[in-house]
């Protein structure tokens, strides 16, 4: 299972490293996606904060998808970058694959797969974010040192009711 996390990290990151350079060495493009779907946001509650500056908010979320992305690919924190990703990837398949503002059919069935390939990737990077390689959780090993220390308790109270002498009354 190590070849495979070996291989699949990065492949799951690749994407979002490389957009996430491309997001900070042109963020205009980027931007661009982003204003063409700010009304239907902003219709569904996003905050105007949020695109008072869309160049810099791109350039912030390149530099977030850069570095999480590395992490994952590299192993360092890989479940805390996976999560920022997983996080990350959500506005991102909006903006990217705006389903409800494209016209014609051919370009509505492209953003739809491209939704929905986002959607699969999200997936992915949740599950790179719960998997603990094989090892059990904090909670079940503390639960288990409670029992184990409860046992060896119990049979060291049975050894020394064994062993040590009745008092005679």
């Known amino acids: 299972m190590d070849l495979l996390r070996t291989v699949a990290r990065p492949a799951l990151a690749a994407p979002f490293v490389v957009d996430g350079i491309d997001a900070l060495a042109r963020p ?5 996606k982003f204003e063409k779907v700010q009304p239907v946001l ?8 949020l695109h008072s500056d869309a160049e810099l908010l ?18 360092r924190a890989p479940r805390t970058c996976a999560a920022v990703l997983a996080a990350l990837n959500v506005p991102l398949t909006l ?51 409670r029992r184990v220390q409860a046992a060896i308790a119990a049979a060291q109270a049975q050894v020394r009711a064994q062993y040590e002498p009745t ?3």
């Open 28 to 32: 205009k493009r980027h931007a661009e």
């Open 42 to 49: 902003e219709r569904a509650g996003l905050p105007p904060v």
């Open 58 to 75: 791109t350039r912030v979320s390149g530099a977030v998808s850069v570095l999480a992305g590395l992490g994952l690919a590299t192993g």
């Open 95 to 145: 903006v990217n694959n705006p389903v409800w503002a494209v016209k014609g059919q051919d370009a509505r069935k492209q953003a739809l797969s491209g939704l929905m390939r986002g959607t699969a990737v999200g997936a992915g990077l949740a599950l790179s974010a719960v998997d603990r390689e094989g090892r059990p959780s904090l909670a079940w090993r503390r639960e288990n040192r």
């Open 167 to 169: 008092q005679a009354a």
